[in-house]
């Protein structure tokens, strides 16, 4: 009689690169199934939170830039002569910051520079608009030199901010790991 012992039996890959006994085989199988299924929900779970992620990014990206908005207009508050059309637009651009809020404000290093610049620009508006109704030609010098300074000062510390707050829209929703690591080797060359 022949004595055939199924568990003794070794099967091999394709090739012949691997030549395992059947139980490895079964256990592989099973590591593959749970490693793939594992990579399954992570897969599903950053697919399910990507257009959150999104909207972070957009809104960060809309937040930076209203910042730029208000960085130009400071600047620009520096150099001309004021005028009541400037005063205007520093009032409609405060009044975009007014409507900021806060708790739709992606990360909360943003309310700081956020609330500031509302300040400023509310601030910088209301000077406008006194030097327009001062008739005092030598108070209207010392409001344009007042106006001046505090808009180099602003413009100058936003500037400044840029980079950071740029950084920070990067930081708040990174598309993925890949591009995380692609962004961290480019800041070490």
């Not at 130009?72 to 205007?88: Q, T």
Request: net charge neutral.
């Amino acid at each position: 009689m022949i004595d055939v012992n199924v568990a003794d039996a070794v099967y091999c890959a394709p090739l012949n690169l691997i030549c395992q006994p059947i139980e490895w085989w079964s256990s592989a199988a099973s590591w593959a199934q749970a490693i793939l299924s594992a990579a399954a929900i992570y897969f599903a779970a950053m697919a399910a939170s990507a257009p959150e992620r999104l909207s972070k990014q957009r809104k960060a990206a809309s937040y930076l830039a209203l910042l730029d908005i208000a960085e130009r207009v400071l600047g620009l508050s520096a150099r001309v002569k004021p005028s009541p059309m400037h005063s205007s637009q520093v009032r409609q651009i405060a009044g975009q910051f007014a409507q900021v809020n806060v708790e739709n404000v992606p990360d909360y290093r943003f309310l700081i520079p956020m609330q500031e610049t509302f300040g400023t620009l509310t601030t910088l508006a209301d000077l406008l608009d006194a030097r327009f109704t001062e008739t005092n030609a030598l108070n209207q010098e010392v409001s344009d030199e007042l106006i001046k300074q505090m808009a180099e000062t602003y413009s100058a510390q936003l500037r400044g901010r840029r980079e950071n707050i740029a950084q920070l829209v990067k930081e708040i929703a990174p598309t993925n790991m890949l591009t995380r690591l692609a962004n961290a080797i480019r800041r070490t060359k």
